[in-house]
């Protein structure tokens, strides 16, 4: 979710907020736009200079690229149901749209998502006048909601999920403008009873809330075999551990780790940073400590070398397909981890730090199914790495039941596309 925690608002205020914001929004767009260009190109999208759509048009929002891949099997779903319509598909990060570029080619259309203010939403609404309105996940926009609720414009969240302390911090800092935008939305289809709770707990009509499950277990987790032959080639006969979506910290983290036990661990690693304006970062320390690193772009032989950087976009899943223990980032510091479910589709060994509550639900339950292991730093994630390496029968059972974890939860896309015909028929 995305409200201006500081301040106890109404919309009102929470918009005159934002006008007032606005240039620094824009700026902060530009001074990101040095070292990542297209940060600033397009930025007139966002401020809602798009061209009129005349055809009918279903409108998905995610934010980046994890909920894009995410939502790659829904959108793949309208596409196929609703053969008269354009999928709209926005995104606010460059990396997203890329993503989403890659993947679907002019096969969907594709703007930047606007500011969330009140004539920029009521502008751009006007300009692609969508027919239903899908957002994901946690993208409750208060303006961008009144404008579609205002305009009779179906608008549904789906994915839905909203941590304990999001909950708290809305109740204290939020609560009334939380709760009149939740019920301005058609239908909150949440990824677990938790969050369904909490969304209810916030305000939220208990006749909008449904539990339809997580589109993550939905994926169609394929992977592109010409280029998983590629990386072993490069990689050789080595076993590999993958670090993936790592965070500023992380690296630092795990190579002073693995310094340590540098001698036990008989193993390539592959560091894959989250944000690829960090790959030259993440190389510079690998020397600087006077490991041997090779990016992955050069596609030079890794055999003898300590680390691969994997400084290439949209090969993820082959990185988990060569990968004999994987390492989700983002939960060894505080960004909450990253998406446990591609390795776990692929049957891989999953370790992950403590900070999880992006994910809370799937770390709990594949702990509990014995489909993964939670350490508390980078040395005890070491220790296990040591672990897996020679004790293949754990590996391999955890690597099981991960997979089995995997299917069992399947099926939400059908739930969603059956919520979205209610709407659209």
């Known amino acids: ?27 902060r767009l530009f001074i990101k736009g040095v070292k990542t260009p297209p940060y600033r190109q397009r930025i007139f999208e966002r401020l809602s200079f798009i061209d009129k759509i005349s055809v009918p048009i279903i409108w998905v929002h995610c934010v980046s690229v994890g909920e894009f891949r995410a939502a790659t099997v ?40 606007p500011f969330d203010l009140p004539l920029i939403v009521g502008h751009y609404i006007k300009q692609i006048n969508p027919e239903i309105c899908i957002l ?54 949440a990824q677990n009873q938790n969050s369904a709770n909490r969304f209810i707990e916030l305000g939220a009509d208990v006749d909008k809330v449904v539990v ?19 990386l072993k080639m490069l990689i050789g006969k080595r076993k590999v551990v993958v670090f993936a979506s790592t965070h500023k910290g992380e690296e630092q983290q795990i190579i002073s780790a693995y310094l340590k036990q540098k001698d036990a661990i008989d193993a390539l690693l592959v560091i894959i940073p989250r944000h690829p304006e960090r790959f030259g970062e993440v190389y510079k320390l690998a020397k600087k400590h006077q490991l041997n690193i090779v990016k992955r772009s050069s596609n030079q032989s890794c055999k003898d070398c300590n680390i691969l950087l994997g400084d290439s976009m949209g090969e993820m899943m082959s990185y988990f397909e060569v990968a004999d223990i ?52 980078a040395d005890d994630l070491f220790k296990s790495i040591t672990v897996l390496l020679t004790d293949t029968k754990t590996a391999k059972t955890l690597a099981t039941n991960a997979n089995q974890y995997f299917q069992s939860k399947q099926g939400a896309v059908d739930r969603l596309i059956e919520q979205v015909r209610l709407f659209l028929h």
């Open 212 to 230: 339809s499950g997580n589109i993550k277990f939905d994926q169609n987790l394929s992977t592109d075999k010409a280029l998983t032959k590629k």
């Open 1 to 27: 979710m995305r409200v201006l925690y500081l301040l106890s608002m109404n919309r009102t205020l929470y918009s005159l907020a934002g006008y007032l914001l606005l240039p620094m929004m824009v700026l």
């Open 136 to 189: 994901l996940e946690t993208e409750i926009w208060p303006n961008l909601i009144h404008a579609l609720n205002k305009n009779k414009i179906p608008t549904l969240l789906v994915n839905a999920r909203l941590s304990q302390g999001s909950l708290e911090k809305y109740q204290k800092f939020a609560k009334k403008l939380a709760q009149q935008t939740l019920n301005k939305l058609n239908i909150i289809a």
């Open 326 to 377: 994987v390492f989700m980032g983002g939960s060894l510091n505080n960004t909450g981890g990253h998406n446990m479910l591609e390795p776990a589709a692929l049957s891989k060994p999953i370790l992950f730090g403590s900070n999880v509550f992006n994910f809370a639900e799937i770390s709990s339950e594949l702990l509990k199914r014995n489909a993964a292991i939670q350490v508390s730093n």
């Open 74 to 113: 829904l959108i793949d779903q309208l596409i196929l149901n609703y053969p008269n319509h354009r999928i709209l598909v926005t995104t606010t990060t460059p990396t997203g749209s890329q993503a989403l570029m890659n993947h679907y080619n002019n096969e969907v259309l594709h703007f930047y998502f």
